[in-house]
């Protein structure tokens, strides 16, 4: 079974500073990835999901990109942080394939942006 | 572009009493549906999902949800709920085969009341 790591767990930047969140998956090879922002309230937001290296499909307009330097590895990156991106960070891994439509989820990364 | 409706933002609940919650999903083509839930603390886990076949889906700890197609709905239930279910239950749904896109409800947080 897969495993999805993110780090860090926690982070608090001041606004205008660089923001870089990573998500490793392991027990798995040509997974989807998925980075969401969960608020109270609000559910999830899609913000990137990527079939492979380098391909990235953005979902919502914002200061946030993503990138996928390697398989199992997915970058959630800002050049300069809002306040409006305060939040909860999730990363998601599908398997690749017909009848694995289930994503599973990462442990999150609660970003404060002060 | 599809969305899910979860009804209720806060659902309270003395133990032993029996839940339902609601889900409402926009799209009228195949879907596939999920329930996830959050524990306090801890990650987004898969309750549940519906692919095809029997409409009626038995999830871990005793959870059940019901596709009506007609209904557009795919509703949680269980019979009689424990403290141990307090958490925030995610409705998702993910159109079709070959989408990469899962849309999530807003959430239903379910408190029970020992």
């Known amino acids: 079974s897969q495993t999805i790591h993110q780090w860090p767990a926690t982070l608090v930047q001041p606004v205008g500073s660089p923001l870089s969140l990573e998500c490793t998956v392991e027990?798995?090879?040509?997974?989807?990835l998925y980075w969401y922002r969960q608020a109270a309230g609000r559910g999830l937001q899609l913000l990137f999901y990527?079939?492979?290296?380098?391909?990235i499909s953005s979902e919502v307009p914002q200061n946030l990109s993503a990138s996928r330097p390697q398989d199992r590895q997915f970058i959630l990156s800002s050049k300069k942080l809002l306040l409006s991106d305060s939040g909860f960070y999730l990363c998601?891994?599908?398997?690749?394939?017909?009848?694995?439509?289930?994503?599973?989820f990462g442990p999150g990364t609660r970003l404060t942006v002060l | 572009a599809q969305s899910v409706s979860q009804h209720n933002h806060h659902v309270i609940l003395s133990e032993a009493a029996s839940l339902e919650l609601g889900c409402n999903y926009s799209?009228?083509?195949?879907?596939?549906l999920f329930w996830y839930v959050q524990y306090p603390g801890q990650h987004l886990q898969l309750l549940l999902k519906?692919?095809?076949?029997?409409?009626l889906v038995k999830g871990i700890k005793g959870f059940e949800a019901e596709f009506i197609k007609s209904k557009f709905s795919f509703n949680l239930r269980k019979p009689s709920v424990q403290w141990s279910d307090t958490a925030e239950y995610f409705c998702?749904?993910?159109?079709?085969?070959?989408?990469?896109?899962?849309?999530f409800g807003k959430g239903t947080k379910l408190s029970v009341i020992p």
């Open positions: 519906y692919f095809s076949g029997d409409p």
């Open positions: 027990g798995t090879s040509n997974p989807n």
């Open positions: 998601a891994s599908r398997l690749a394939g017909a009848g694995t439509d289930t994503q599973y």
């Open positions: 990527s079939v492979g290296i380098g391909q």
């Open positions: 998702a749904v993910i159109p079709g085969a070959g989408s990469y896109q899962l849309t």
């Open positions: 799209y009228g083509g195949t879907v596939n």
